[in-house]
């Protein structure tokens, strides 16, 4: 190649990197507007829910039993969404299980958080043996369906909110462990670690002081794409009779009310169906989107 081909290859490829690194911050810096706007949605509905319930959502009458949406034809206002075997009506039903939904999910996110960063925080520092045996367990949990580990940890105890809580747990607190001990054997060997340790101070301030902080930004991220993982495994254990206990209005038990009666009351079903949807795909979005701001590698950092 000549001296003439290879200044136009160098112009040619730092142009492009140009054009790159300012499209991925264009983007970077556009959040999804949509899914941040359903996420502002289901927390407010997760709120005040239980207070916008037009009717009680545990008690109905069987003379409207199965009443249609308003949108189909003989749907009426007192009903919009409908009602299910027992004419309880599903609207205020779906406001009311938000709440218990979400809370469920939000409990198990910051218990695993707290135990895999921890965990994560003391395998990355110390390696070793410690570092060893965490990452076998790690495999180990890795291996097991997260939906069968919760099933076999309830079916060993009585099912209740608290035992769907620590069976979310249970599984959840793996991802941050594995990635909180990648962060930390990276920033272990930078320059404030190790004047950290000349001065005199011990591991647990070296780790929650100096090196936390630091992972922050990582342990966000994986909150953001785990909470929706976690709202489907609490959806899918109330669907399976196992998880939150009827009559509670849950979004999974609701669509275990329904799955009788999906060829003359579908709705009923439905209706939380979607609103998971919803709610996962807007997490999954917005945690794409927090992934490609915060990480480094990706900023070219």
């Excluded at 997260?146 to 769907?164: H, N, T, Y």
Aim: with cysteine; glycine share 10%; hydrophobic share 55%.
């Amino acid at each position: 190649m000549t001296p003439q081909a290879e200044v136009s290859v160098s112009r040619v490829a730092r142009s492009a990197g140009v054009i790159s690194r300012a499209y991925g911050g264009l983007s970077r810096r556009n959040p999804p507007k949509i899914a941040l706007a359903v996420l502002v949605l289901m927390l407010f509905i997760g709120i005040f829910g239980p207070v916008l319930a037009p009717k009680n959502p545990h008690v109905g009458s069987l003379s409207d039993s199965l009443e249609p949406p308003i949108w189909l034809e003989g749907g009426t206002l007192e009903f919009p969404f409908g009602t299910d075997f027992f004419g309880r009506d599903v609207l205020s039903r779906l406001l009311d299980g938000a709440r218990i939904t979400l809370v469920t999910a939000l409990v198990a996110l910051v218990g695993s958080a707290v135990v895999g960063v921890a965990v994560g925080l003391a395998s990355g520092y110390f390696g070793g043996w410690i570092d060893s045996l965490v990452m076998r367990l790690v495999d180990f949990m890795l291996a097991m369906p997260s939906l069968l580990l919760a099933l076999v940890f309830i079916a060993a105890i009585e099912p209740s909110l608290r035992a769907v809580i620590l069976a979310v747990m249970i599984s959840g607190w793996v991802g941050y462990a594995r990635y909180v001990r990648g962060d930390v054997l990276s920033q272990r060997e930078r320059e404030y670690v190790t004047a950290a340790i000349s001065i005199g101070c011990g591991a647990p301030r070296i780790m929650f002081r100096h090196l936390l902080p630091n992972v922050l930004a990582t342990v966000m991220v994986i909150a953001t794409l785990q909470t929706g993982g976690f709202i489907l495994l609490v959806a899918s254990l109330s669907f399976l009779g196992v998880g939150i206990p009827k009559p509670t209005a849950a979004w999974g038990v609701m669509i275990s009310d329904g799955r009788d009666f999906l060829l003359n009351g579908w709705w009923v079903a439905v209706v939380p169906g979607v609103a998971i949807s919803m709610l996962i795909v807007s997490l999954n979005l917005v945690g794409d989107w927090m992934r490609d701001t915060f990480d480094p590698r990706l900023r070219g950092l």
